[in-house]
């Protein structure tokens, strides 16, 4: 996408499985991507994986840059098989088992500290990218005959969401309202429920169906996922809950002393359910948690390049 706004200009690219670089020497611009899910230190010791709540390690990379935009709350809400830990830790004390939101709550209370504490906003700017929809339930957009996002070739209309909200969806407002620098909330989550239809589902390889969207969740019970969904949510309002993590992102934000920029996305998306790949691409992975490109993410883009634009 960025190569094709400068189609003629030389690049370098480097790629390793945590970090990727993109570099155009001639505007002297580097964008890089970190793959860090959980923002905090997810160690292996002798007990096992331990992710640490009020540790970071590779915040040296995150400083002397001139945007920077954060990202977390999928990988905090995986059980079972999925979790990829094996305790939590705080200070001391290992915990086998805590409240998800509760450990996601701290880790983003840890994560608001640094940037108040070695973030200079007149030389970077911070953003914090919302909670992105799943649409795994049809009766969260009233058709609860609809499993999931798979099939879904329409976004859900109007501009509510008919689904429960995100737990997190609260936690990162109340984070970033308590934060001393400002950071800019790219709040995506309504943008994102309305986009059932936006999902990769099963058209990727592999087969699985990754909705993030069930159709209990737009009220209808009968719909399995986001598979074969082909149209948005109506409405502005989602009926499904909301993400825990939604009330921890905002909580964490709202009492930063930093300015961080909320990309609020999880409306955005829960109205999105015909917006997974679901099940079009070969192998018949049903992927209602991911989205389309192009597609759903084009909007968060729009909304952060004008968000940079007024700063």
Known sequence: MLH??????????????????????????T????????????????????????????????????????????????TGRQQTWDYF?????????????????IALTTWAKWIDSNINPAVTKVFFQGISAVHARGKDWNEPQVKDCSGQTKPIEGSTYPGERYRGEAVVKSV???????????????????????????IASGGLNDCSHCGKDWNEPQVKDCSGQTKPIEGSTYPGERYRGEAVVKSVLSNMTKPVNL?????????????????????????????????????????????????
């Open 4 to 29: 094709a706004a400068v189609p003629n200009s030389n690049y370098t690219f480097d790629s390793t499985k945590e970090r990727s670089v993109l570099s155009f020497p001639e505007f002297k611009f």
């Open 89 to 105: 830790q705080v200070g001391d004390k290992l915990y086998k088992e805590m409240d998800h939101m509760a450990a996601y709550k």
């Open 31 to 78: 964008v890089t991507f970190l793959k860090d899910g959980f923002l905090v230190d997810l160690v292996v010791e002798k007990v096992g994986r331990v992710l640490k709540l009020d540790t970071l390690s590779q915040t040296e990379l995150w400083k002397g840059v001139d945007v920077l935009i954060f990202n977390s709350y999928h990988w905090w809400i995986h």
């Open 176 to 202: 970033l309202s308590n934060m001393t620098k400002p950071v800019n909330l790219l709040d995506i989550t309504l943008l994102t429920q309305l986009r059932k239809d936006g999902h990769p589902s099963r």
């Open 263 to 311: 990309l609020d996305i999880t409306l955005l998306t829960q109205l999105r359910k015909d917006g997974h790949p679901s099940r079009i691409a070969s192998g018949g992975l049903n992927d209602c948690s991911h989205w389309c490109v192009a597609g759903v993410p084009d909007a968060w883009n729009e909304l952060l390049y004008t968000i940079l634009l007024q700063k």
